[in-house]
């Protein structure tokens, strides 16, 4: 059985950071292109980042860009986002998803965890 957990969230003030973690399970994680989504109450779900398989290229939100770090290791099937210098609107419940393409839509992934959940006041 495919399963993702997702850990690290939490509340922060703004300007600070946080690591999420998306721990996966069986051969799928080494296999699958990960990525980051979130959704804030209310709003729909929206892509964070992206990684290949092997880690080499990433893509980003622009709302994220230079501010978040997408990372993961395939022998620890782990999936990363090092959230720095956070504002009130990162605010969401973040996702770890998994799927066959590299793309930043919702549709191309095919499992997914439950949900970390980001507060940043402010």
């Known amino acids: 059985q495919v399963q993702f957990v997702e850990s690290g969230g939490g509340l922060v003030q703004a300007g600070g950071s946080l690591r999420l973690s998306c721990a996966g399970s069986?051969?799928?994680?080494?296999?699958?292109?990960m990525g980051w989504f979130r959704q804030a109450p209310g709003e729909e779900r929206e892509f964070v980042a992206v990684?290949?398989?092997?880690?080499?290229?990433?893509g980003y939100a622009d709302s994220v860009k230079g501010r978040f770090t997408i990372s993961r290791d395939n022998v620890k099937n782990t999936l990363y986002l090092q959230m720095n210098s956070l504002k009130p609107e990162d605010t969401a419940l973040y996702y770890c998803?998994?799927?066959?393409?590299?793309?930043?839509?919702?549709?191309?992934?095919?499992?997914w965890g439950q949900g970390t959940q980001v507060t940043v006041s402010s």
């Open positions: 990684i290949s398989l092997s880690g080499v290229t990433t």
């Open positions: 069986g051969r799928t994680f080494s296999r699958s292109v």
């Open positions: 998803a998994a799927g066959s393409r590299y793309s930043t839509y919702l549709i191309e992934y095919d499992y």
